[in-house]
């Protein structure tokens, strides 16, 4: 079971967007769920996290900026992502922390350009 992510797309420098994960409730309710991305030539990293009990850690490049929330009622996990930057451009990903290397789905497009 891959988990997918969506609500990517084109925004101008300084936008937001709200990104959308929704996966089964055995994976949900048991593990730290996350978001990674991964920009043009570079690695695959961690954005945000979020434990069952709701507790955040974030990537030094977003923090202050990007928000991650759970809403455990959906078996969703939110990434809302203000004040965008051209360098936030990426392909964005849901899994969890750690990774697990079989939950990997296509991700979806941020991209960040006026």
């Known amino acids: 079971v891959q988990l997918q992510a969506s609500g990517g797309g084109l925004v101008q420098p300084g936008g937001s967007l709200r990104l959308s994960c929704t996966a089964s409730t055995s994976i949900f309710s048991r593990n730290v769920m996350a978001w990674y991305r991964q920009l043009p030539g570079k690695q695959r990293e961690l954005v945000a996290s979020?434990?069952?009990?709701?507790?955040?850690k974030y990537g030094g490049s977003v923090k202050g900026r990007f928000a991650i929330s759970r809403d455990d009622a959906k078996n969703t996990v939110y990434l809302q992502m203000d004040s965008l930057k051209p360098e936030d451009t990426a392909v964005y990903y849901c899994?969890?922390?750690?990774?697990?290397?079989?939950?990997w789905g296509q991700g979806t497009q941020v991209t960040v350009s006026s």
């Open positions: 899994n969890v922390e750690p990774v697990n290397g079989r939950l």
């Open positions: 979020i434990t069952v009990y709701g507790v955040t």
